[in-house]
């Protein structure tokens, strides 16, 4: 049921409460431009749901070529271990055996099964190792019906940088440095029936930090330093924040969830986006779509028109669409809009 929209006006506010479906009008910050907003909750079912036998899971540590990767994978598998420990996945209690020291790499586990290591392309898809693949009791540690295991790759880069300064400065007067950290991490997970050799879920997750707030999610606030003083974060504070949003959002695959989205339409010189904006504004999504779409064939470069042609698809419901044009949006532009809806359309965590 479409809830109905209105116009607000004046320097307001949006309304606290989010809307169960629908949009609203309000202005943009700072002018008097109206900006058109939706507002919708829609229910994300489960990605991956573990067979009713699949009760003990054990944790390897991640592989890695280097150190710092070896250390950012245990540091996944530690969170996903006191994570999945400490509160039921999916509806149910996991039993969880952390395997500290014990590394296999998805091509080593199944390779013992019989089975072939193909890379990881986020796909939920079941993968199924030859039906008459042995599986003999070395490849399952601990009695566990399912093991938890992938490569890790981090990568960690410091540099000074100048600091924008608020108002003009004096003639003469230094410019401020910080010092900015970037780091990704990327983690392929999979995790294998022990049994049956069956690869029950398999994710690419990549994470970002950044203490400067410049590229990907924001930073925790405790590491963003002050414009020309301190330092940020310390490396392994960087890898442990790293490693447990790569954990949650892995584990948040298996469990159904309500997605709520509050979002700000891109507007555009064109009269198809704007038209698309209006349509959407009183709800009419698909109508809307239909002037997206339009816009988007008339210019295939239009990333206002992929953006909203995104957005609309997501209030559909049509997910994979909503991550395509999202996608191709953020390639024309570097918009956290963009990189943001991209990640919530293919269930990863939002920022």
Same mark, same amino acid.
């Given at each position: ?19 169960? %479906?629908?949009?609203?009008?309000? $202005?943009?910050?700072?002018? =008097? ?22 009760? !003990?899971?054990? @944790? ?19 969170? $996903?271990?006191?994570?999945? =420990?400490? /509160?039921? @996945? ?42 008459? /693949? ?70 690419? @997750? ?6 400067? =707030? ?7 606030? %405790? ?29 948040? !695959? ?64 049509? $997910? ?26 293919? =269930?990863?965590?939002?920022?």
């Amino acid at each position: 049921m479409l809830a109905r929209s209105h116009r607000k006006r004046g320097a307001g506010r949006l309304p606290a409460a989010v809307l169960s %479906a629908g949009a609203v009008l309000a $202005l943009a910050a700072g002018c =008097g431009r109206r900006e058109s907003v939706v507002s919708f909750q829609y229910n994300r079912p489960a990605e991956f749901r573990l067979p009713a036998g699949i009760k !003990r899971i054990a @944790i390897a540590d991640l592989g890695g070529t280097t150190d710092r990767d070896k250390s950012w994978g245990g540091a996944v598998s530690d969170s $996903l271990t006191a994570l999945a =420990g400490s /509160a039921p @996945i999916g509806g149910r209690n996991w039993e969880v055996v952390r395997l500290a020291g014990f590394q296999r790499s998805p091509r080593g586990i199944l390779s013992r099964l019989g089975g072939h290591f193909q890379p990881t392309t986020d796909s939920s898809k079941p993968q199924t190792a030859p039906a008459s /693949a042995p599986a003999d009791s070395a490849s399952q540690p601990t009695g566990a019906d399912a093991m938890i295991v992938g490569w890790a790759n981090v990568m960690v880069r410091d540099e000074q940088v100048a600091i924008p300064p608020a108002a003009p400065l004096p003639r003469g007067a230094a410019t401020q440095t910080a010092m900015w950290r970037y780091a990704v991490g990327t983690a392929d997970l999979r995790m294998i029936d022990m049994e049956s050799a069956e690869v029950l879920a398999s994710v690419r @997750i990549t994470e970002q930090f950044d203490s400067l =707030g410049r590229v990907g999610p924001p930073s925790p606030a %405790a590491s963003k330093p002050a414009p020309g003083a301190g330092e940020p974060a310390p490396v392994g504070e960087v890898l442990h924040y790293l490693a447990e949003r790569a954990a949650r959002q892995f584990l948040a !695959r298996f469990a159904p969830r309500r997605v709520t989205v509050s979002q700000a339409l891109k507007e555009g010189p064109n009269q198809r986006v704007q038209s698309g904006n209006r349509a959407a504004s009183r709800g009419e999504y698909a109508k809307a779509l239909k002037r997206y779409q339009d816009a988007i064939q008339a210019d295939p470069m239009d990333d206002a028109a992929l953006f909203d042609a995104a957005l609309m698809c997501e209030a559909l419901g049509r $997910l994979d669409e909503a991550a395509r044009y999202a996608d191709r949006a953020a390639v024309l532009r570097d918009d956290n809009d963009y990189l943001r809806l991209g990640r919530r359309a293919r =269930g990863e965590l939002p920022d």
